[in-house]
């Protein structure tokens, strides 16, 4: 059990990277729940936002299943 109820962790994730994944793994270890809200962008496509919502959801579900 977690020392915390919930953990909120709030990105745009463009693109995931490996310090998302510790802090995501630490949050993880602390929390009971841990909630990732990905934060939005008006363009996709571009050098600066790369991904769509859609796709960046889908790499930190492949990642991390329903764990998060």
């Given at each position: 059990?977690?020392?915390?109820?919930?953990?909120?962790?709030?990105?745009?994730?463009?693109?995931?990277?490996?310090?998302?994944?510790?802090?995501i793994d630490r949050a993880l270890m602390s929390s009971e729940n841990v909630h990732v809200f990905i934060g939005s962008s008006q363009l996709q496509g571009t050098l600066r936002n790369p991904f769509s919502y859609e796709t960046r959801r889908d790499i930190i579900k492949a990642v991390y299943g329903d764990a998060v």
């Open positions: 059990m977690g020392k915390y109820k919930n953990c909120l962790i709030v990105g745009r994730f463009q693109t995931f990277h490996k310090g998302h994944e510790i802090m």
